[in-house]
Each structure stands twice: as structure tokens, then as C-alpha cells.
């Protein structure tokens, strides 16, 4: 069985999809304290959130004819460059930040995690959905 193409629109929705989970758990964040199972659902979702945009910036750049990027790092400062995302700093730390989280090593870097998602990513995955949606649209 052939799968379907992958398109920009088509990741954007997933991202979306995706964005609107997120959003859910941050509101829940901000009401009230968060077990140890909300935290890394929080965790997980912005990863699933953070990924989507990554693909979507990437099927972008592809439906428009620029070439295919080596990996997240390259797609971000390109995406910077092309006003795609309004803070290319921050979305480099958002890369860092998700290199630097792994639950298989003893560091603890969750509660870190967990604020920067709150206070500074969340709000950077609202502006670039406002952005693609104009650039879609």
C-alpha cells in the first residue's frame, strides 16, 4: 500500500493538531501543581510539537524549491532568515533544550524543561502557527 505524499499543508494540520494538545496541558500547568505524569506528558507533547514545526518549516522550503536541509538547525536559521519564526535564537534553544533533556541520563533537567516550555517555547509555537497560517493562506 502507497502512502500518501507528504505536503506543508498537511504537516501544518498535524502540527496544529498537535499545538492545540499542547496548549491544553500548559493551561492545565498554569492551574495547578503538575505530577510527575502531567510533566512528561508536557515534555512529550512540546517534543511532538517542536518536531511537527520542524517538518512543516521543512515542507515548506521544498514546496518552494529550496533545498533539503541537513537537520533541525539548518531548517531554523534558514526559517529565521525567511521570517518563518520571529525569535531564531530562541528556536535554537528549543533544539539545545531537547538535546539536553534525555530521560536515560541521571541529570535532572525536567524542571528546567518544563519553564522554558511555559514561560518562552509555547508562545514561540503560537507565533509560528500565525505566521504559516498567512504564509499558507
Not at 9 to 36: G, P, R
Not at 46 to 64: D, G, P, Y
Not at 126 to 131: H, K, M, Q, V
Request: aromatic share 10%.
Amino acid at each position: 500500500m502507497k502512502t500518501p505524499e507528504l505536503t506543508c499543508e498537511k504537516c501544518f494540520e498535524d502540527f496544529q493538531e498537535s499545538l492545540e494538545e499542547l496548549s491544553t496541558l500548559v493551561k492545565d500547568s498554569d492551574k495547578h501543581e503538575l505530577n510527575a505524569a502531567h510533566q512528561k506528558r508536557l515534555i512529550r507533547s512540546f517534543e511532538v510539537t517542536h518536531e511537527l514545526a520542524i517538518q512543516t518549516i521543512s515542507e515548506f522550503f521544498r514546496k518552494n524549491r529550496k533545498t533539503v536541509f541537513s537537520g533541525s538547525r539548518d531548517a531554523t536559521i534558514e526559517a529565521f532568515n525567511e521570517d518563518l519564526i520571529d525569535d531564531g535564537k530562541a528556536w535554537l534553544d528549543m533544539i539545545i533544550d531537547r538535546i539536553k533533556y534525555n530521560p536515560l541520563y541521571p541529570e535532572d533537567f525536567d524542571h528546567e524543561l518544563l519553564y522554558n516550555i511555559r514561560k518562552k517555547y509555547y508562545r514561540l509555537l503560537l507565533n509560528f502557527e500565525r505566521i504559516m497560517k498567512d504564509k499558507l493562506d
